[in-house]
């Protein structure tokens, strides 16, 4: 067995046993803690929501348990079990030429993956999320969605992968120079793009009605000088009862988007609160380090992709007869979570520094008291844990647990 062979089985079973561990501790902790409501939110929250939380928590974790194991047996079976090398061959056949064959065997593996996912999509939305009351998709919208997806990514990927593939082939040694800029070209293209021409292909975007809500929020807005292309409601409910609120876009067509789910269980002075928080997130540039991190991490990938591709031993000894370039950009694509999964980790820390940060803000430009009650009401309504393990949350959780990041608020507010 070739070296790297055993290198990588050995860095998926270790990252799939971390994952799993950590998964079962999170069920654990959260069934420890599941008969009574920590003392903290013993006003403000029932057992009966508490439970639900518990268990719609320990539902997650058995479905995310089973689909961690059927994708790294997946993993296996594209790699070292063949199937990659199969459907290599069958495109082979074609007698294409190598840039046709590469986007062929590229899209067929896109599509043959998006197609293992799609039961256990199902099965979420519409067995879990309809169990705890929180789905409102049918099967309809589900498979329109899906449709559009495809045809989006189509449209987007095709000249994309050509572009980056002929750059491999053509542009000589510093071809991954060429193909980060056009990626990064690219990626602040789609910011721009995304509010504009993609999000309302999926969902139908109104401008904020007049009212005590538009008018806290446009005085928010002014006393903190933030320029946007206006406050947008988003028809969230036509998929889920979660409740959100998200930025796009940048410049001068930022859009700030509330899903209705959310203001319809908010008062305005919430509303105002939340939409502070995430203006905390633009004034302490958290949205610009976020894009230098990606860019970086995209610098880095493709640095080793270039080097990785010239060895014979990344493509023997992942199950690959035939060097080629598609094939490298395919197997770096599959191998490398297993390989920066302690990323992570790391990335989940740096964005709670960064949601302590914006709750700051948020208590210096609002109020620190409506935030923490917005943020009780959306555990609540979100079935979202107020018990995590604290190594699961470490180790995974963009935001901070709810007791910590509610302690932090009363210090700050
Ligand atoms: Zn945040």
Redesign the pocket.
Known sequence: MHTFTFIFIFMVIATTGMQLWLSLRQAKYVSDHRSSVPDEFADKITLEEHQKAADYTKTKGISGRIELLIGTVILFLWTLGGGLEWLDGLWREANWRPLATGVAVLLSFTLISSLIDIPSSLYNTFVIEEKFGFNKTTLKTFFVDMIKGTLLSLVIGIPLILLILWLMESAGDLWWLYAWAALTVFSILMMWAYPKFIAPIFNKFKPLEEGEVLDRLTSLLKRTGFNSDGVFIMDGSKRSSHGNAYFTGFGKTKRIVFFDTLLKHLSPMQVEAVLA??L??FKRK?VLKGMIASITMTFIGFAVLAWLMKQDWFYTALGIQHASTYMALILFMLISPAFTFFIGPMMARW?RK??FE??EFAAQQSDAGELISALVSLYKKNAGTLTPDPLYSAFYD??PPASIRIAHLKSVG
């Open positions: 928080h995430e905390g997130h958290h964005s960064h949601e914006a709750d963009s935001h």
